[in-house]
């Protein structure tokens, strides 16, 4: 049962200050927040790429766009104690009632807290490993690491009573994006039910990137094996490299990368047989609208900390002694991804052998699905053998 001064506050803001896939992790969480606080005011603190996301959060009412100082992670900001106290008088202006501080293991939720106590909010949550005196109102322990990220939200809601109904990131498409979608696949001759499987080579850091020339070996053979068009998609600043992939690969490859806002992205997503991508935003947004996705994962991180439990997910990559590192960068050379594109099209293929028809709803795609996990050994040019590995949390 929700905590009574829970239940009273009428003004609460969200704080998750990360990438775009964060944010869409959030979604189960704030659905939990609206369905337990109907008349509440939901605002989320969000960084300007997380704000991306947000149209596919319909349960939030406002938005805070902000660069913070804790989430600097090259430490390139200057030195602007006054830019800090703008933001204390941002949210001091906003009178909230609430805060909810949402970090993944590795972040600290203290310097949000004591912004949001400078702001006078009186209830502030998050998660913490080290003492933070008074910062926090109630401050959860002990979270295991390895947690699914969107289940680590949930998890911190429920300390203080929230019911949790569905456990499932979910995110919801405006009918604009859908059709906008739509048109720019019959701007390439590619019709509503003829399917296609969409290819999104990049990520967030170097690390996480399956290497392109890779894509560009895999692309042209995908589509020959799997009977359909392969869209390819990505950011703009990526767009000259993609477009220049998908020229070389022939006929049955298109690129729409640098075309797409993040909602056209997610009703492309939407729209596919299968999604083939790296650790990434399309990751995410597969597992949100339950659509199979097959993911070049790199040793950067735990599988269980990002791979889905709700839907089918296949995930490849090598096995390498230094994983997880959380680098950015790879010292090496990328051994973790040393998969040759004979093998991503061959498990590309088995997958849309087994995979959902796409005709169905996100209600009808609620079975919990275990992630497959395929760590390949060095050397071998088929798939490795299964290894027994929970990423379910």
Same mark, same amino acid.
């Given at each position: 049962?929700? /905590?009574?001064?829970? %239940?009273?506050?009428?003004? &609460?803001?969200?704080?998750?200050?990360?990438?775009?896939?964060?944010?869409?992790?959030?979604?189960? %969480?704030?659905?939990?927040?609206?369905?337990? &606080?109907?008349?509440?005011?939901?605002?989320?603190? +969000?960084?300007? %790429?997380?704000?991306?996301?947000?149209?596919?959060?319909?349960?939030?009412?406002?938005?805070?766009?902000?660069?913070?100082?804790?989430?600097?992670?090259?430490?390139?900001?200057?030195?602007?104690?006054?830019?800090?106290?703008?933001?204390?008088?941002?949210?001091?202006?906003?009178?909230? /009632?609430?805060?909810?501080?949402?970090?993944?293991?590795?972040?600290?939720?203290?310097?949000? +807290?004591? +912004?949001?106590?400078?702001?006078?909010?009186?209830?502030?949550?998050?998660?913490?490993?080290?003492?933070?005196?008074?910062?926090?109102?109630?401050?959860?322990?002990?979270?295991?690491?390895?947690?699914?990220?969107?289940?680590?939200?949930?998890?911190?809601?429920?300390?203080?009573?929230?019911?949790?109904?569905?456990?499932?990131?979910?995110?919801?498409?405006?009918?604009?994006?859908?059709?906008? +979608?739509?048109?720019?696949?019959?701007?390439?001759?590619?019709?509503?039910?003829?399917?296609?499987?969409?290819?999104?080579?990049?990520?967030?850091?170097?690390?996480?990137?399956?290497?392109?020339?890779?894509?560009?070996?895999? %692309?042209?053979?995908?589509?020959?094996?799997?009977?359909?068009?392969?869209?390819?998609?990505?950011?703009?600043?990526?767009?000259?490299?993609?477009?220049?992939?998908?020229?070389?690969?022939?006929?049955?490859?298109?690129?729409?990368?640098?075309?797409?806002?993040?909602?056209?992205?997610?009703?492309?997503?939407?729209?596919?047989?299968?999604?083939?991508?790296?650790?990434?935003?399309?990751?995410?947004?597969?597992?949100?609208?339950?659509?199979?996705? &097959?993911?070049?994962?790199?040793?950067?991180?735990?599988?269980?900390?990002?791979?889905?439990?709700?839907?089918?997910?296949?995930?490849?990559?090598?096995?390498?002694?230094?994983?997880?590192?959380?680098?950015?960068?790879?010292?090496?050379?990328?051994?973790?991804?040393?998969?040759?594109?004979?093998?991503?099209?061959?498990?590309?293929?088995?997958?849309?052998?087994?995979?959902?028809?796409?005709?169905?709803?996100?209600?009808?795609?609620?079975?919990?699905?275990?992630?497959?996990?395929?760590?390949?050994?060095?050397?071998?040019?088929?798939?490795?053998?299964?290894?027994?590995?929970?990423?379910?949390?």
């Amino acid at each position: 049962m929700l /905590d009574d001064r829970w %239940a009273a506050a009428r003004r &609460l803001l969200l704080v998750r200050l990360d990438n775009i896939g964060d944010v869409v992790l959030l979604s189960a %969480a704030v659905r939990t927040i609206r369905e337990n &606080l109907p008349d509440a005011s939901l605002t989320l603190l +969000a960084s300007p %790429a997380g704000a991306q996301a947000v149209p596919l959060l319909p349960w939030l009412d406002d938005l805070i766009v902000w660069r913070a100082l804790w989430q600097d992670v090259g430490g390139r900001m200057p030195l602007d104690p006054a830019r800090e106290m703008e933001l204390v008088a941002i949210l001091r202006e906003r009178r909230f /009632d609430a805060a909810i501080i949402f970090t993944s293991f590795s972040q600290s939720p203290h310097g949000p +807290a004591y +912004a949001c106590y400078l702001a006078g909010i009186p209830l502030r949550l998050g998660e913490s490993k080290e003492f933070g005196g008074g910062l926090l109102t109630t401050e959860v322990r002990n979270m295991p690491d390895d947690l699914y990220q969107a289940e680590r939200s949930l998890r911190l809601l429920e300390t203080v009573g929230f019911v949790v109904k569905d456990r499932r990131p979910l995110v919801e498409l405006a009918a604009a994006a859908r059709e906008k +979608a739509r048109a720019m696949l019959r701007g390439h001759g590619i019709v509503s039910g003829e399917g296609y499987v969409m290819v999104h080579p990049g990520a967030s850091c170097q690390a996480r990137r399956y290497p392109l020339e890779r894509f560009s070996g895999m %692309a042209p053979l995908l589509s020959l094996r799997a009977g359909m068009p392969v869209v390819v998609t990505g950011s703009e600043k990526e767009a000259p490299e993609l477009k220049k992939l998908a020229a070389a690969s022939g006929s049955g490859v298109f690129s729409l990368a640098g075309e797409t806002t993040v909602e056209e992205l997610a009703a492309l997503v939407a729209g596919a047989n299968l999604v083939v991508c790296n650790d990434s935003l399309p990751m995410h947004l597969a597992s949100a609208l339950r659509v199979p996705s &097959l993911v070049l994962f790199s040793g950067t991180d735990l599988e269980s900390q990002w791979a889905s439990p709700h839907s089918p997910t296949r995930l490849l990559r090598r096995h390498t002694s230094c994983s997880p590192c959380y680098l950015m960068e790879c010292p090496y050379r990328q051994e973790c991804l040393e998969i040759s594109p004979a093998e991503v099209v061959k498990a590309a293929v088995e997958m849309l052998g087994r995979g959902e028809p796409q005709s169905q709803t996100s209600s009808d795609r609620g079975a919990v699905v275990e992630p497959k996990i395929d760590l390949l050994s060095a050397g071998k040019t088929a798939l490795g053998k299964d290894v027994a590995s929970e990423a379910r949390s």
